[in-house]
C-alpha cells in the first residue's frame, strides 16, 4: 500500500524555502509524524492542486477538520509576500447530498467509490478482493477513496483533495503552503506540504515509452519501465489496432499494477490473448496521471502471436560404426505438420556441449544419417534435434557411440627448460590436441646417446614439470625428451631431445691490480686478469668520497685489456678503484682486493709569464729578466738543453728580478722557464717558455 500511495501523490517537499513563514505547530512529542504531499499542474490559466495524507488515520481526521490551502510570492529579499488564503474555510469532502449529482443517468463510479468510501456504514468495492482480503475497512476505504481522486478530478475535488487557484496570473513564482486546519493533539504531528509552480507555461503531460514486447503463442505483452512512469501515472489504458491507424481501448477499466512491494519487478506488464499467430497488430499506452487526465498515446508498437510450441522429439536413437571410421545414426519420428527437418548434434559430453554435425537441415522423412568424420580419439554422443517452420525445436535423449582407438598421439613439441643454481629444472612443453590425452610421460640422461630413464611414475596431465639434479658432477650437461600418452594407452614418438647445461657454481678468479700512477688530471690503473677459463667480462669499478657508490666505470671482454687511464677525476679527492671478473654463467669474483689513490691538489697560484732570455755575444753569456711576482715570493729558474727536459738551474734571492747563465755552451740550443714559491709553501705552475735566440 505504501507503493500505491508513493505512485499517487509523490512530490517534492520544500519545507526548508517555506521556513521563513509562520507555520501551524508541529506536535513535538516525539511520536512518528504524516506527511500531507501536494502536487501542482499549470494548464496556461488556472494551477490545478492535489494533495493526500500519507495514512488512513490521518485521512480520516482531516475529513472532518480540514485543510487550509496558501499561496504566496516572495520579494527580491526573499520575504514571503501577498500571503493568501485561497479557501475561506476549510477545505473538506462536499456534504453527502452534494454528491448525489453523480449519480445520474451516467454515474460516475470514482466519484460514488469516494463517497461510499467517505460516508459508507460499510464499505465493498469492486477489486477489493484483489488487495487481500484481510486489509482492513480504514485501509480499504482510503487507499479506493485516493484511486478514485487519481483517476477523476472531479471526484477530487469532491473529496477535498483537490482545489483550483483560477486567480493565478501567468509568467509569476507562486509558493503554495497545505496544512491541517485544525491542530490535533491526539494524533501524530501532521506535517505542511509545499509546492512551487512557475506560470511562465503550461504543464506538459507527456507520453507513455512501450520499451518492449514479448511475442507468445497466441498472446503478447507489453512492457513499459515501472521506474520512468510510476511518478508521471496512476492508471493505463491499452489500445490496439490491425492497421495502425484505428485503435480501440482493450480494458474498459484503467489499468492499474496491485504488485506487492515483497515481489517488485522493474517493469508494468500488460497481456493480451489472440486467436491467431502470426496476425499482426498495433499496440499503444495511454497514462493517466493523478489529476484524472488522459496523456498522449505511446508510440504504436507492431506486435503478433508466434509458434512457440516445438514439436515431438525423435524416439529411439541408435548408432553403429561403418567401414572407413563412419559413424551412422537412425531414429524415429511422430509426422507433424510444421516439421522442417533435423540436425544432427554431437559431444564428448551426454548433456551438454554438443556441436552440429550435418551441415544443413535434414528433410522431414529423413531417418539415418552417417557422421563420416567421428572422433577418434574421444567419446562421441550424439543427438537428434527436430525442428519446425518456426524455429523451435525438441532433441532427443542422447547416445553413445563406441571408437575402437588404435591411433597413438602426436609426437611432442615445443619442450624448453631452464636450470637455476640450486639445481632445479622447470620443463614446459606445447599441449597436443588429442581430445583424449591422459597425459605425459617425462625421459632424462646424462648423455645424448645413453638409454632415457623415466623421471615420472606415471603420465602427468600438466605441460610442465619440476625435476631436481645434482650439480657437484663432471657431466656439464643433462638431457630431457617426452612422449605422450592417451587415455587408452596409446604412446607417441619421443619428442626432440633438449640438451641443458648444468649451471657453473664456482666464481672465477679474481684480477689482480699490479701498478698505477696519479697525474694532475689522470689516473692510470694496470692490472693482470683473471685466469679462469670461463670469464666473459671484467668490469672496472670507483667510488669516491664526493660519490660514495661504486659505480662501472669501464667494461670489457678482450683477454688483452688490462689496464685503464681515468680521466673524469677531481684535484684533491680519494678515489677507490676494484676490478672485478665475471663468468659465463653469471657469476663474479666478488670485491677481491680495492685500490686507494689521491689526487693532487688543484694548483690555483699564478705562474710567471713575464720572462725574457737576450743573449749576450761580449761575454756569451744568457741574461734572464723577469718582473718580481709579488713580496716575499721567490723564483726558480728551469733549463732545457738540446730538446732534454727542464732542470733547475738557479734559485735567485728572494725579491730578485734578473740572473745571468754563464753555463751556457757554444752551438747549444736552451730553454728557460719559471716556477713561483708563495709564502705560504705553495708553487705556481710552470710560466711561460722562453728560447735564446743566438
Given at each position: 500500500m505504501r507503493a500505491l500511495i508513493f505512485i499517487l501523490f509523490s512530490c517534492q517537499v520544500l519545507n526548508a524555502q517555506i521556513s521563513a513563514l509562520p507555520q501551524?505547530?508541529?506536535?513535538?512529542?516525539?511520536?512518528?509524524?504524516?506527511?500531507?504531499?501536494?502536487?501542482?499542474?499549470?494548464?496556461?490559466?488556472?494551477?490545478?492542486?492535489?494533495?493526500?495524507?500519507?495514512?488512513?488515520?490521518?485521512?480520516?481526521?482531516?475529513?472532518?477538520?480540514?485543510?487550509?490551502?496558501?499561496?504566496?510570492?516572495?520579494?527580491?529579499?526573499?520575504?514571503?509576500?501577498?500571503?493568501?488564503?485561497?479557501?475561506?474555510?476549510?477545505?473538506?469532502?462536499?456534504?453527502?447530498?452534494?454528491?448525489?449529482?453523480?449519480?445520474?443517468?451516467?454515474?460516475?463510479?470514482?466519484?460514488?467509490?469516494?463517497?461510499?468510501?467517505?460516508?459508507?456504514?460499510?464499505?465493498?468495492?469492486?477489486?477489493?478482493?484483489?488487495?487481500?482480503?484481510?486489509?482492513d475497512d480504514l485501509t480499504n476505504r482510503y487507499s479506493f477513496a485516493l484511486l478514485a481522486a487519481d483517476l477523476s478530478y472531479e471526484t477530487a475535488l469532491a473529496s477535498g483533495l483537490a482545489f483550483i487557484d483560477k486567480a493565478a496570473a501567468a509568467n509569476k513564482k507562486y509558493f503554495y503552503r497545505l496544512y491541517p486546519a485544525v491542530r490535533n493533539t491526539g494524533y501524530s504531528a501532521i506535517d505542511t506540504a509545499n509546492c512551487i509552480v512557475h506560470t511562465n507555461s503550461a504543464d506538459v503531460l507527456v507520453a507513455p515509452i512501450v520499451d518492449s514486447v514479448t511475442e507468445g503463442e497466441h498472446s503478447i505483452e507489453l512492457l513499459w519501465s515501472k521506474e520512468l512512469h510510476r511518478r508521471r501515472f496512476t492508471a493505463y489504458y491499452i489500445e490496439k489496432s490491425q492497421d495502425g491507424a484505428h485503435f480501440v481501448r482493450l480494458n474498459k477499466e484503467p489499468y492499474i499494477n496491485m504488485e506487492s512491494d515483497l515481489t517488485p519487478k522493474p517493469w508494468f506488464q500488460f497481456a493480451d490473448?489472440?486467436?491467431?499467430?502470426?496476425?499482426?497488430?498495433?499496440?499503444?499506452?495511454?497514462?493517466?496521471?493523478?489529476?484524472?487526465?488522459?496523456?498522449?498515446?505511446?508510440?504504436?508498437?507492431?506486435?503478433?502471436?508466434?509458434?512457440?510450441?516445438?514439436?515431438?522429439?525423435?524416439?529411439?536413437?541408435?548408432?553403429?560404426?561403418?567401414?572407413?571410421?563412419?559413424?551412422?545414426?537412425?531414429?524415429?519420428?511422430?509426422?507433424?505438420?510444421?516439421?522442417?527437418?533435423?540436425?544432427?548434434?554431437?559431444?564428448?559430453n551426454s548433456l551438454v556441449g554438443f556441436q552440429p554435425v550435418s551441415q544443413k537441415t535434414l528433410e522431414p522423412r529423413t531417418r539415418k544419417f552417417v557422421d563420416e568424420h567421428p572422433d577418434m580419439d574421444t567419446a562421441?554422443?550424439?543427438?537428434?534435434?527436430?525442428?519446425?517452420?518456426?524455429?523451435?525445436?525438441?532433441?532427443?535423449?542422447?547416445?553413445?557411440?563406441?571408437?575402437?582407438?588404435?591411433?597413438?598421439?602426436?609426437?611432442?613439441?615445443?619442450?624448453?627448460?631452464?636450470?637455476?643454481?640450486?639445481?632445479?629444472?622447470?620443463?614446459?612443453?606445447?599441449?597436443?590436441?588429442?581430445?583424449?590425452?591422459?597425459?605425459?610421460?617425462?625421459?632424462?640422461?646424462?648423455?645424448?646417446?645413453?638409454?632415457?630413464?623415466?623421471?615420472?611414475?606415471?603420465?602427468?596431465?600438466?605441460?610442465?614439470?619440476?625435476?631436481?639434479?645434482?650439480?657437484?658432477?663432471?657431466?656439464?650437461?643433462?638431457?630431457?625428451?617426452?612422449?605422450?600418452?592417451?587415455?587408452?594407452?596409446?604412446?607417441?614418438?619421443?619428442?626432440?631431445?633438449?640438451?641443458?647445461?648444468?649451471?657453473?657454481?664456482?666464481?672465477?678468479?679474481?684480477?689482480?691490480?699490479?701498478?698505477?700512477?696519479?697525474?694532475?688530471?689522470?689516473?692510470?690503473?694496470?692490472?693482470?686478469?683473471?685466469?679462469?677459463?670461463?670469464?666473459?667480462?671484467?668490469?672496472?669499478?670507483?667510488?669516491?668520497?664526493?660519490?660514495?657508490?661504486?659505480?662501472?666505470?669501464?667494461?670489457?671482454?678482450?683477454?688483452?685489456?688490462?689496464s685503464f687511464t681515468d680521466t673524469s677525476i677531481a684535484p684533491a679527492e680519494y678515489y677507490e678503484y676494484k676490478i672485478v671478473a665475471v663468468d659465463s654463467a653469471g657469476l663474479n669474483s666478488g670485491d677481491g682486493a680495492s685500490l686507494s689513490v689521491q689526487t693532487p691538489e688543484k694548483n690555483t697560484k699564478s705562474a710567471l709569464n713575464s720572462l725574457v732570455v737576450n743573449y749576450n755575444k761580449t761575454s756569451q753569456q744568457a741574461e734572464i729578466s723577469w718582473v718580481n711576482p709579488g713580496t716575499g715570493t721567490q723564483v726558480i729558474i728551469y733549463r732545457a738543453e738540446n730538446g732534454g727536459g727542464f732542470q733547475t738551474v738557479a734559485t735567485p734571492a728572494k725579491g730578485a728580478t734578473n740572473w745571468v747563465d754563464k753555463t751556457i755552451k757554444t752551438g747549444g740550443n736552451y730553454e728557460y722557464t719559471t716556477r713561483v714559491s708563495y709564502p705560504d709553501g705553495k708553487a705556481s705552475p710552470f710560466g711561460k717558455v722562453s728560447k735564446l735566440i743566438r
Amino acid at each position: 500500500m505504501r507503493a500505491l500511495i508513493f505512485i499517487l501523490f509523490s512530490c517534492q517537499v520544500l519545507n526548508a524555502q517555506i521556513s521563513a513563514l509562520p507555520q501551524n505547530k508541529r506536535d513535538t512529542s516525539g511520536g512518528p509524524s504524516v506527511e500531507l504531499v501536494l502536487r501542482s499542474r499549470y494548464t496556461g490559466k488556472e494551477v490545478r492542486l492535489r494533495w493526500a495524507p500519507t495514512k488512513p488515520g490521518a485521512w480520516t481526521l482531516l475529513n472532518k477538520t480540514g485543510y487550509v490551502l496558501e499561496r504566496f510570492e516572495r520579494d527580491e529579499n526573499g520575504l514571503a509576500i501577498n500571503l493568501t488564503k485561497l479557501s475561506a474555510s476549510a477545505i473538506k469532502p462536499e456534504p453527502l447530498e452534494q454528491w448525489k449529482r453523480f449519480a445520474g443517468d451516467t454515474p460516475d463510479k470514482n466519484a460514488l467509490i469516494a463517497a461510499q468510501a467517505i460516508y459508507g456504514k460499510k464499505f465493498t468495492a469492486a477489486g477489493s478482493r484483489r488487495m487481500g482480503q484481510k486489509i482492513d475497512d480504514l485501509t480499504n476505504r482510503y487507499s479506493f477513496a485516493l484511486l478514485a481522486a487519481d483517476l477523476s478530478y472531479e471526484t477530487a475535488l469532491a473529496s477535498g483533495l483537490a482545489f483550483i487557484d483560477k486567480a493565478a496570473a501567468a509568467n509569476k513564482k507562486y509558493f503554495y503552503r497545505l496544512y491541517p486546519a485544525v491542530r490535533n493533539t491526539g494524533y501524530s504531528a501532521i506535517d505542511t506540504a509545499n509546492c512551487i509552480v512557475h506560470t511562465n507555461s503550461a504543464d506538459v503531460l507527456v507520453a507513455p515509452i512501450v520499451d518492449s514486447v514479448t511475442e507468445g503463442e497466441h498472446s503478447i505483452e507489453l512492457l513499459w519501465s515501472k521506474e520512468l512512469h510510476r511518478r508521471r501515472f496512476t492508471a493505463y489504458y491499452i489500445e490496439k489496432s490491425q492497421d495502425g491507424a484505428h485503435f480501440v481501448r482493450l480494458n474498459k477499466e484503467p489499468y492499474i499494477n496491485m504488485e506487492s512491494d515483497l515481489t517488485p519487478k522493474p517493469w508494468f506488464q500488460f497481456a493480451d490473448s489472440l486467436k491467431k499467430n502470426y496476425d499482426p497488430n498495433y499496440y499503444r499506452v495511454v497514462g493517466i496521471n493523478s489529476f484524472g487526465e488522459l496523456s498522449g498515446p505511446s508510440n504504436p508498437i507492431r506486435a503478433m502471436g508466434r509458434d512457440k510450441t516445438a514439436p515431438p522429439p525423435p524416439i529411439n536413437v541408435k548408432t553403429k560404426m561403418l567401414p572407413g571410421n563412419r559413424a551412422e545414426i537412425s531414429w524415429e519420428s511422430a509426422e507433424s505438420a510444421d516439421l522442417k527437418g533435423f540436425m544432427i548434434g554431437r559431444s564428448q559430453n551426454s548433456l551438454v556441449g554438443f556441436q552440429p554435425v550435418s551441415q544443413k537441415t535434414l528433410e522431414p522423412r529423413t531417418r539415418k544419417f552417417v557422421d563420416e568424420h567421428p572422433d577418434m580419439d574421444t567419446a562421441n554422443y550424439y543427438i537428434v534435434v527436430a525442428t519446425d517452420t518456426a524455429n523451435n525445436a525438441s532433441a532427443s535423449f542422447s547416445v553413445f557411440n563406441f571408437v575402437a582407438d588404435t591411433i597413438a598421439p602426436a609426437k611432442p613439441t615445443g619442450l624448453k627448460a631452464s636450470v637455476d643454481t640450486t639445481g632445479t629444472v622447470r620443463l614446459r612443453w606445447d599441449r597436443n590436441r588429442e581430445k583424449d590425452l591422459k597425459g605425459y610421460i617425462v625421459f632424462y640422461a646424462n648423455q645424448r646417446d645413453h638409454i632415457f630413464t623415466t623421471a615420472v611414475k606415471h603420465a602427468i596431465s600438466d605441460t610442465a614439470f619440476a625435476d631436481t639434479i645434482q650439480l657437484w658432477t663432471l657431466t656439464k650437461k643433462i638431457y630431457y625428451q617426452l612422449k605422450a600418452e592417451d587415455k587408452t594407452g596409446n604412446v607417441s614418438a619421443a619428442s626432440d631431445i633438449l640438451e641443458l647445461a648444468r649451471p657453473d657454481i664456482v666464481p672465477p678468479a679474481p684480477p689482480v691490480f699490479t701498478g698505477y700512477e696519479v697525474k694532475p688530471s689522470t689516473i692510470y690503473l694496470k692490472w693482470m686478469n683473471s685466469n679462469s677459463q670461463d670469464v666473459a667480462n671484467h668490469l672496472l669499478y670507483r667510488r669516491s668520497k664526493a660519490d660514495p657508490v661504486s659505480r662501472v666505470i669501464m667494461t670489457t671482454n678482450l683477454k688483452a685489456v688490462s689496464s685503464f687511464t681515468d680521466t673524469s677525476i677531481a684535484p684533491a679527492e680519494y678515489y677507490e678503484y676494484k676490478i672485478v671478473a665475471v663468468d659465463s654463467a653469471g657469476l663474479n669474483s666478488g670485491d677481491g682486493a680495492s685500490l686507494s689513490v689521491q689526487t693532487p691538489e688543484k694548483n690555483t697560484k699564478s705562474a710567471l709569464n713575464s720572462l725574457v732570455v737576450n743573449y749576450n755575444k761580449t761575454s756569451q753569456q744568457a741574461e734572464i729578466s723577469w718582473v718580481n711576482p709579488g713580496t716575499g715570493t721567490q723564483v726558480i729558474i728551469y733549463r732545457a738543453e738540446n730538446g732534454g727536459g727542464f732542470q733547475t738551474v738557479a734559485t735567485p734571492a728572494k725579491g730578485a728580478t734578473n740572473w745571468v747563465d754563464k753555463t751556457i755552451k757554444t752551438g747549444g740550443n736552451y730553454e728557460y722557464t719559471t716556477r713561483v714559491s708563495y709564502p705560504d709553501g705553495k708553487a705556481s705552475p710552470f710560466g711561460k717558455v722562453s728560447k735564446l735566440i743566438r
